[in-house]
């Protein structure tokens, strides 16, 4: 069984901690981050928090929107998969 290292599995799990507390709006399909960088690093348990694992986020930033703008995702052709025009 492939396991995962400890630093992928604390990454998922700080990703996985904002998305859970943020907000969605389904007018404007977007996902508004409700913590900040500093709220992360308090709610997350255990000792040992590397600082360098949790993003750079801030209370209201947008997430994810439907225009593929927000922080949390890739530009437009960086995705696995796109095709380059030439």
């Given at each position: 069984?492939?396991?995962?290292?400890?630093?992928?599995?604390?990454k998922?799990?700080?990703?996985?901690?904002?998305f859970?507390?943020?907000?969605?709006?389904?007018?404007?399909?977007?996902?508004?981050c409700r913590?900040s960088?500093?709220e992360?690093?308090?709610v997350m348990?255990?000792?040992?928090?590397?600082?360098s694992?949790?993003?750079?986020?801030?209370?209201?930033?947008?997430?994810?929107?439907?225009?593929?703008q927000?922080?949390?995702?890739?530009p437009?052709?960086?995705?696995?998969?796109?095709?380059?025009?030439?």
């Amino acid at each position: 069984m492939h396991r995962r290292s400890d630093t992928k599995l604390r990454k998922k799990l700080i990703r996985q901690l904002i998305f859970t507390n943020a907000f969605k709006d389904r007018q404007i399909l977007e996902t508004v981050c409700r913590l900040s960088r500093l709220e992360v690093i308090a709610v997350m348990p255990g000792d040992e928090l590397l600082v360098s694992l949790v993003p750079d986020v801030e209370k209201g930033e947008v997430l994810v929107d439907s225009r593929g703008q927000g922080s949390f995702q890739r530009p437009l052709g960086e995705g696995v998969g796109s095709v380059r025009c030439r």
